[in-house]
Structures are given as C-alpha cells and as structure tokens.
C-alpha cells in the first residue's frame, strides 16, 4: 500500500471515527512512519469548522498523539546512545555535536515540530542520544507541536474547503526551507574543515 493510499485511508477513517483516529495518525506519523501530519492537522482544521470534529478534543488528542510518538523517538535515542557513542568511540566531533545540541537543542526542537517537520524524526533521536533532558526535551516538544496544531490547525479552519490547496503550497514551502538549512549546514561544516586545516598548518 503506498503512501497515498494510507492517507486517504487515514483520512477516510478520520471522517468515519473521529478525534482518536486523528490522534493515533499524528502518533505515527511522529515515529517515522510516511503519514503525512501536517496535511491531517489541515485537514482536521476544515472539518471542525463543517462541524465534523470537536475542535477541543480533537486538538488534544492531537497534540497528545504528536508528543507521545515523539517521546518514544526520544526514548529511542536514549537506549541507543551507548550503542552509539561505542561506534564511535567517543569521537570529539560527536562530543562537540552534542555539546553544541544541549546549548541550542530547545530551538531545533521547537523549529522541527511545526517549521522543519522533515527533521522532526533524527531530532528526536538525536535528542535522546546527546543525553537532552526528557523535561527539557518534552518542555520544547509541548510548545512546539502546540504551534503545528494551532497554526495550520487554523489554518485549516480559515480555508475550509481548499484546504487541499494549502497544504500544496506548504509541503512545497517546507521543502523549500529544509533544503536552504541543509545548504547553511554545508556551508557552515565546509568553513569550518577549512579554518581547521589552516590552524592545523600553520
């Protein structure tokens, strides 16, 4: 079954059952698996406003779908992080990574629930394996996934039946931003190979 079958399936399951189906989609779509959240957080937005879903529970089964299926991820993270950290026998540039993840984790964490829902998933992992505080991690996570509902939860609601059209225009807008923060990555690691060399030269 491919990914668009599973999403009208989803999608008819949601209009069929409700709130809990919502809840359970955005819960596996927080684990990895190629269920498209943002277009049923959309989706769910249009149907509150035709009366279909209860706007209140639908919003908390939502966001209580969203944060434990990130949470696992997290979990995740954190029984693999010795397997991990044994790889790669505590290599300085993975100490740097995470020491650079505890002072400016919270932000990715935030951006990636709502922004950068692409990296959504290796965040969660990454959380978990460079030792994040879970209440720090799920603090970020709570208000993260809180903007990602309410936000295009809205709106949703505010475009009602072209709903469809709109997450057209925000799938392609958020490819858009995941490939320019991948491009400053590059340009970033690229800078800093070179100052590394010419220090070590010299």
Not at 9 to 27: C, D, E, M, R
Request: aromatic fraction near 14%.
């Amino acid at each position: 079954m491919d990914e668009l079958s599973v999403t009208d399936l989803f999608l008819t399951w949601v209009i069929t059952y409700g709130s809990p189906v919502f809840g359970v989609a955005l819960f596996l779509g927080a684990l990895g698996i190629p269920i498209p959240g943002t277009f049923f957080v959309l989706a769910a937005g249009a149907f509150i406003r035709q009366g279909a879903l209860d706007g209140f529970t639908t919003s908390c089964l939502g966001l209580l779908g969203a944060i434990t299926g990130d949470s696992f991820g997290y979990i995740m993270g954190r029984l693999a992080s010795g397997w991990v950290q044994k790889q790669i026998n505590h290599s300085p540039a993975w100490q740097s990574a995470a020491a650079t993840f505890e002072k400016r984790g919270g932000i990715a964490i935030f951006l990636t629930r709502w922004l950068l829902t692409p990296l959504a998933v290796p965040t969660n992992l990454i959380a978990g394996g460079s030792g994040c505080s879970l209440w720090r991690f799920l603090g970020y996570d709570i208000l993260g996934e809180l903007t990602w509902i309410l936000l295009y939860g809205g709106l949703g609601y505010t475009f009602g039946s072209q709903w469809e059209l709109i997450s057209e225009v925000i799938s392609d807008f958020s490819g858009f931003i995941v490939g320019f923060v991948f491009l400053g990555i590059g340009i970033y690691l690229v800078q800093h190979n070179f100052k590394s060399n010419v220090v070590a030269t010299t």
